[in-house]
């Protein structure tokens, strides 16, 4: 008789693939990915920020990590939603003419001011 494998079959298994326990990790392929902010999330953020007069790149990084509350060394690591949220309070901001630059450039003074200046 010849062999499964000489005859190019699939040899049968030997023991039944067991279940993920309880509690068990996911597979990669059950996590849902966390999608990037868009292009034209970039382009609308980079507007405002240029209405607001923030030219630096280490400004612009500080005010969107000071409104996602959490530290950010690039905007391509905030995610789409995060993006939503920076762009909703930078546009909330920028209806009345002069309040979005006025905020950026309080929250910048505070920043940059030295401590235990009075």
Do not use: C, N
């Not at 990915?33 to 999330?41: A, D, E, F, G, K």
């Not at 007069?53 to 905007?75: E, F």
């Amino acid at each position: 008789m010849p062999s499964p494998i000489a005859s190019g079959a699939r040899r049968p298994r030997r023991y039944p693939r067991a279940s993920r326990p309880a509690g068990h990790p996911a597979r990669r392929r059950d996590i849902p990915t966390v999608s990037s902010p868009t292009r034209q999330q970039h382009r609308a953020m980079h507007l405002l920020w240029r209405r607001a007069g923030v030219t630096s790149r280490a400004d612009r990084l500080a005010l969107t990590s000071a409104v996602v509350r959490r530290p950010l060394s690039s905007s391509a690591e905030l995610t789409e939603g995060e993006a939503g949220t920076v762009l909703a309070y930078m546009e909330e901001l920028d209806r009345k003419p002069g309040r979005l630059a006025a905020a950026v450039r309080h929250f910048l003074s505070t920043r940059y001011a030295p401590r235990g200046a009075s």
